[in-house]
T-cell receptor, first 113, second 111 residues
Framework: NAGVTQTPKFQVLKTGQSMTLQCAQD?????MYWYRQDPGMGLRLIYY???????DKGEVPNGYNVSRLNKREFSLRLESAAPSQTSVYFC????????????FGQGTRLTVV | LAKTTQPISMDSYEGQEVNITCSHN???????ITWYQQFPSQGPRFIIQ???TKVTNEVASLFIPADRKSSTLSLPRVSLSDTAVYYC????????????FGTGTRLKVLA
């Protein structure tokens, strides 16, 4: 049982480049999330999808877009990467939002130079 | 600005009980309080969740006062492997609804 799988695990981008972070879960969860975690800081919610077909902004949505492709997959896109987006990105899923246990992926470490 | 605050760090010795508090003044009426543990280079892992009073599972207890403006995670008899960062997670309302992790508490367990 893989749980939540994120790809890639590491990525280096140049300023202005675009990329998509992929996330898939195999637990038949309804809700999915994207967080970022900066060095020495906690996790901040970028976007979430409470159920298939819906997406909502979190605390720090600027510079990002998301797509809930189907029930399993939730992608995060950086259209024009900036050094301020250097961070570790975590995807998570839960049975329902917000009051159920969330399962997290291993993270994607992104560096924008 | 809605904030969820925790002590930055705590040290403890093996075998002791550790209590970590989280302050969440603007917690949403219907939201639970959830605690997570995070080791370096890993995603957070669920520890415990509660709505009010006291909840206990095989690894921790969670104490929530009647006003629900704070919560306390209690780890009984910690071991070296409990060294990690601990986060609370709540939904808060301060104008708009936000789902916010606490600032995190770095627990170091000493031999």
């Amino acid at each position: 049982n893989a749980g939540v799988t994120q790809t890639p695990k590491f990525q280096v981008l140049k300023t202005g480049q675009s990329m998509t972070l992929q996330c898939a879960q195999d637990m038949n969860h309804n809700s999915m999330y994207w967080y970022r975690q900066d060095p020495g800081m906690g996790l901040r919610l970028i976007y979430y999808s409470a159920s298939e077909g819906t997406t909502d902004k979190g605390e720090v949505p600027n510079g990002y877009n998301v797509s809930r492709l189907n029930k399993r997959e939730f992608s995060l896109r950086l259209e024009s990467a900036a050094p301020s987006q250097t961070s570790v990105y975590f995807c998570a899923s839960s049975e329902w939002h917000p009051n159920t246990e969330a399962f997290f992926g291993q993270g994607t470490r992104l560096t924008v130079v | 600005l809605a904030k969820t605050t925790q002590p930055i760090s705590m040290d403890s010795y093996e075998g002791q009980e550790v209590n970590i508090t989280c302050s969440h003044n603007n917690i949403a009426t219907n939201d639970y309080i959830t605690w997570y543990q995070q080791f370096p280079s890993q995603g957070p892992r669920f520890i415990i969740q509660g709505y009010k009073t006291k909840v206990t599972n095989e690894v921790a207890s969670l104490f929530i006062p009647a006003d629900r403006k704070s919560s306390t995670l209690s780890l009984p008899r910690v071991s070296l492997s409990d060294t990690a960062v601990y986060y609370c997670l709540v939904g808060v309302t301060s104008g708009t609804y936000k789902y916010i992790f606490g600032t995190g508490t770095r627990l170091k367990v000493l031999a």
